[in-house]
C-alpha cells in the first residue's frame, strides 16, 4: 500500500517539477537551470520495487522527452526514443546500487541525482551537436553542466527526507513485514 501511495505522489510530482524547474530563476553566475526532474527521478527509482521503478523511468522518460520536443525542419531533433533508453538504463543502475547497498540511503539518492543530472544533460549536449554539427566545447558548457549537477547533490537530502517523512518506505524494526519479498536483484 505505501509503495503504491508513493507511486501516484511521484507521478504527480514528475509533471509539477517540470512545470516548477522552468519557473524557478536561473543560478548564477550564468544563469543555468535547476533541474528537479532528475532528482524526483532516482529518489522514485531507488524507493520503490524494481517493476514499478521501471514504469516509473518509462513515465519519466515521456515526461522528459516531451518537454525538449522541438520541431526544427520537420523533424523532431530529440525524440522519445533516446530519453526512454537513458531513463531505463539509469533505473536499472540506480536499482543494482540500491540492493548491493540494502536499501535506500540519502547519499545514494544525492549522488544518483547528480549523475542522472549530468548524464542527461551531457547527452541532450552530444545529441544537439551531433544533429546540428559542430562541438563548441568550452567553459561555459562546462559550466552549464556542472552547475545543475551540483545543485541536484544539494538539493537531493532535502528531497529525500521530505519524501521519508511523508510515505515511510521500509516497516520499523518493531512491525515485521508480513508482505512477500519484492523482486529485486538480490538474491
Known amino acids: 500500500m505505501r509503495h503504491t501511495i508513493l507511486f501516484l505522489l511521484l507521478l504527480v510530482l514528475l509533471p509539477v517539477s517540470v512545470a516548477v524547474q522552468d519557473l524557478l530563476p536561473g543560478i548564477p553566475p550564468a544563469q ?65 546500487a ?15 541525482s547528480a549523475l542522472v543530472t549530468l548524464t542527461l544533460m551531457a547527452g541532450e549536449f552530444l545529441l544537439l551537436c551531433a544533429r546540428r554539427g559542430g562541438f563548441p566545447l568550452d567553459g561555459a558548457v562546462l559550466l552549464k553542466l556542472a552547475v545543475p549537477s551540483a545543485a541536484a547533490l544539494l538539493l537531493a537530502p532535502l ?28 538474491l
Open 32 to 96: 543555468e537551470r535547476l533541474l528537479l526532474l532528475p532528482v524526483i527521478f532516482a529518489f522514485g527509482v531507488l524507493a520503490l520495487p524494481l517493476v514499478p521503478a521501471l514504469w516509473f523511468a518509462l513515465l519519466t522518460a515521456i515526461v522528459q522527452g516531451l518537454s525538449l520536443l522541438q520541431i526544427q525542419s520537420g523533424q523532431a531533433e530529440m525524440g522519445l526514443t533516446v530519453p526512454v533508453v537513458f531513463f531505463l538504463g539509469w533505473a536499472i543502475v540506480l536499482q543494482m
Open 98 to 112: 540500491s540492493e548491493a547497498t540494502h536499501g535506500m540511503r540519502w547519499e545514494l539518492h544525492a549522488l544518483g
Open 159 to 186: 528531497l529525500y527526507l521530505l519524501l521519508r517523512s511523508l510515505v515511510p518506505l521500509s516497516p520499523s524494526p518493531a512491525e515485521p513485514s508480513t508482505a512477500p519479498r519484492q523482486p529485486g536483484f538480490g
